[in-house]
């Protein structure tokens, strides 16, 4: 397997370097290693890629559903031929699991595409008050993350080309391997060049797709200072925006529940990416009446880690995914600390890095933190795991909201009082004695926050309001 790949653009139907011929290093958060040399987008090829969109949009105005459906298929059918190699490269590029990506990754995005392509059948609806008729938006922006960036991408590329629209893809440059599994899909299936265009490169590439006046809608998913500036560029043109942001997502652990036994599954939501992705929790809220017992539980657990030396490893301990987070993580613990609150476990003052290959840095515990500190409150993006005892019950729900963020949460304990404390909680979703599967439906895997972890339209229906331009017939 052939894991060292020259990542390019993806104009035309062919792979391509940028117009500068700049590239950048991508490296392993494994080891520290080149993993790919990718190349570095500007403002040229965001044009050149949007020249070919449009005479991709000209030659499919008269697909059928049926055209549409049948390509969502084959991409599908694509993707799962290929599941083993996709999930290894993207687990190698992003310091996960394999197994992990492939059941949470490549195997929900297959999910999405299968899922779209038997749910275009209805191409005219009907309403108490006249026939609903999508029509194509144009050119959608898709702008991802890096963390299971393949899943990212197809909840929102499935319903974009269902609804008859063309796509120009920004992959993040921290996975750009997601960008070149998704064009050897689109070449095997022999799809119609220009139909997606995969661009490579920096923030810079996302705010140039969110502004362009041709681009008529922009989906993207990222941390909240990125959503806002993408936010900013895209309502300069009035365009239609679909924005999933920040992520403050909170743990509770309640009386009566195994947690001696069930640790490793309490605190996976927090190590199995190192709080860098959208769905890990940073607060983790235990009762007072139990706190010394967990207390002394999560400190043997935590001795037990190793980190994952390779994708093919189950370890939680998880690297960073680039090198210059791991002092930003040091910096955070010593803020923590400055706002009172103790270090638990994990990093010790002014260390940077573990003697050990790649971006590792010990996952660090703090307790004692006040629940309006700023530590609290905002995204930390880092292996920071807030630990806050409270006396009662209906507290834990209490100081979760106190965010302002609304993503998801997750509540472990016995079923009746897991769904009362659930029920309290603002955010999209939350997780049951479980955390982030697979195997959950196609609809629930999606999540737009509440408050502002989420703006803009969130219809991801391929005929909704935002990937069709709906239009109202009347008078039948």
Known sequence: MDLNLNLLNFIGGAFVASESAKTFIKKSPFDGSDLSSVAQSDAMDVIKAIQGSKKALQQIENQTADDRAQLLADFANHLETHADRYACLEA????????????NSIKVAISHLRYNSQNLSQSLLVTQDGHLQPRPVGIVG???????????????????????????????????????????????????PGLVQIIQGGSDVAQIIAGHPS?????????????????????????KLQLSGGAKNSSIVLSDFDFKGRMSEVM??????????CWNSSRLFVLESFQKEFMEALHTYMETLTPLSSPDGE?????????????????????????????????????????????????????????????????????LILVTPVKYQHETFKWANTSYLGHSGIVWGPEEKVQKVASKLECARVWENSW??????????????????????????????????????TGF
């Open 142 to 192: 898709i702008i991802t993350p890096w963390s299971l960036s393949l899943r990212l991408v197809m909840e929102r590329m499935a319903p974009a080309l269902a609804a008859g629209n063309v796509v120009i893809l920004k992959v993040s440059e921290l996975s750009p391997v997601t960008g070149q599994i998704i064009g050897e899909a689109l070449q095997a299936i022999q799809a119609l």
């Open 215 to 239: 681009i008529r809608a922009v989906t993207a998913v990222g941390r909240g200072s990125s959503m806002a500036a993408i936010a900013k560029a895209g309502l300069a043109e009035f365009k």
């Open 315 to 383: 370890s939680v301990w998880t690297p960073l995914i680039a090198e210059d987070r791991m002092a930003m993580i040091s910096e955070r613990t010593q803020f923590g600390i400055s706002e009172h609150g103790k270090s638990f476990w994990g990093i010790k003052p002014n260390e940077k890095r573990l003697d050990h290959p790649g971006f590792f840095v010990k996952p660090t515990v703090m307790i004692d933190l006040p629940n309006c500190s700023v530590m609290q409150q905002d995204e930390l993006h880092g292996p």
């Open 268 to 277: 996976k939501p927090f190590l199995l990416g190192q709080g860098q992705m």
């Open 436 to 473: 982030l599967s697979g195997q959950d439906g196609v609809l629930s895997n999606i999540i737009f926050g509440h408050k502002q972890s989420s703006f803009g339209n969130i219809d991801m229906a391929w005929n909704g309001s935002f990937y069709s331009d709906v239009k109202k017939l």
């Open 92 to 103: 190698l590029h992003q310091g996960l699991p394999k197994s992990f990506v492939l059941e």
